[in-house]
């Protein structure tokens, strides 16, 4: 499956502290898109990192890929709690169209 | 705001019967994704249009189609219900295709009883 899978499935921080979500996928990929979803809303889209990119940074997010290993990361830095949601990666397979995402990270972030 | 606009927000029906949601995707994008939320399923992928065609096939039930209207704005129809069916049903829209940012909207919240 050209699936990512997401590490771990739930994580529980405190603010301030950083959290790490981990994703590995299957296939070659054309690129790998991070997403954000708040209970119950549409997911909002935070990064896309493509296929020769090895790291990106969006204010507070900072993202790896690592396609010899066939995986990716997101860091948070200086969570905070409205940082709660759950987490996604989607891949785009190399010589497809279609986005595929992982099962997830839930996100708890404590005040 | 996504910029992408579906309808209804929740629907209840009954097995059997057949639904249409509705999207119009963010001004300017020619890519429409629509794509099921389920808990035992997660979040997957069901078809993509691009400017009227379509362009890409996922896990889509025989029961369910969709199509892209001239104004770009798209419609999922599903047919013969199933309490399986019961979901979140999301559509996104991009530019031209997956290599760009999706942009979604917030769901249809489909209830089968």
């Known amino acids: 499956s050209q699936q990512g899978e997401e590490d771990p499935q739930a994580l529980s921080i405190q603010e301030g502290e950083n959290a790490t979500m981990n994703c590995s996928y299957k296939?070659?990929?054309?690129?790998l898109q991070w997403y954000r979803q708040n209970s119950g809303r549409g997911l909002v889209h935070l990064i896309l990192i493509r296929s020769n990119e090895r790291e990106k940074h969006s204010g507070r997010l900072r993202v790896t890929l690592d396609t010899s290993k066939k995986s990716s990361s997101l860091l948070i830095t200086a969570s905070r709690a409205a940082d709660t949601a759950s987490y996604f990666c989607?891949?785009?397979?190399?010589?497809?169209?279609?986005?595929?995402f992982g099962a997830g990270t839930r996100l708890t972030v404590k005040p | 705001d996504s910029g992408v606009t579906q309808t209804p927000k929740h629907l209840i029906t009954a097995t059997g019967q057949r639904v249409t949601l509705r999207c119009s995707p963010r001004s300017g994008d020619l890519s429409v994704y629509w794509y099921q939320q389920s808990l035992d399923q997660g979040l997957q992928f069901l078809i993509q249009y691009y400017n009227g065609e379509e362009r890409a096939k996922g896990n889509i039930l025989e029961r369910f189609s969709a199509q892209q209207f001239p104004d770009l704005h798209s419609e999922l129809n599903l047919s013969s219900l199933e309490l399986g069916d019961s979901a979140l049903y999301f559509c996104a829209s991009s530019p031209t295709d997956s290599n760009q940012p999706q942009h979604f909207g917030d769901g249809t919240r489909l209830s089968i009883l």
């Open positions: 296939t070659s990929i054309n690129n």
């Open positions: 989607a891949t785009v397979w190399y010589n497809n169209n279609d986005m595929r």
